[in-house]
């Protein structure tokens, strides 16, 4: 089952097209033990890629020694989010959670990522609370 990660963890979303495309993912939203939810601009690739391949791998390297590819499916459930037009609402079921955490090596902090723009963290804030009551009206 996937992991708890802390909430300002940086993923990468894989999809295809046939050849990988990776981009960042900002704040994750674990939503069960084989459920991600994430929110992507309306014009991302990678949001026409996976209509296209639902097949998708996200890479989490989280504080608290977090280190997956969680591989599913992917799917959007929301065309536009609430107060954010501009993002669609993702589900990633997930099938199979590759642990790559070792022995010798710990992953402390994960991915780090400064939001510049204050407007844009306090929208990336909303739409993750819309993500996370959402993933908890689902249990």
Not at 68 to 80: N, P, S, Y
Not at 110 to 136: F, N, S, Y
Request: glycine fraction near 6%.
């Amino acid at each position: 089952m996937l992991p708890e990660w802390p909430r300002k963890t940086i993923a990468v979303l894989v999809t295809t097209d046939p050849a990988p495309h990776a981009i960042p993912v900002s704040w994750p939203v674990r939503a069960g033990d084989r459920t991600i939810l994430i929110s992507l601009k309306y014009d991302r690739g990678s949001l026409t890629r996976l209509r296209q391949r639902p097949p998708v791998a996200l890479l989490i390297l989280g504080g608290g020694n977090v280190a997956l590819c969680a591989r599913g499916t992917a799917q959007v459930i929301a065309e536009e989010m609430p107060d954010a037009q501009d993002y669609v609402a993702v589900r990633i079921d997930v099938d199979v959670i590759d642990d790559h955490r070792q022995s010798a090596f710990a992953v402390v902090d994960g991915i780090q990522r400064t939001v510049l723009d204050a407007t844009e963290l306090h929208a990336l804030q909303g739409r993750v609370e819309t993500l996370q009551d959402w993933a908890h009206q689902s249990h």
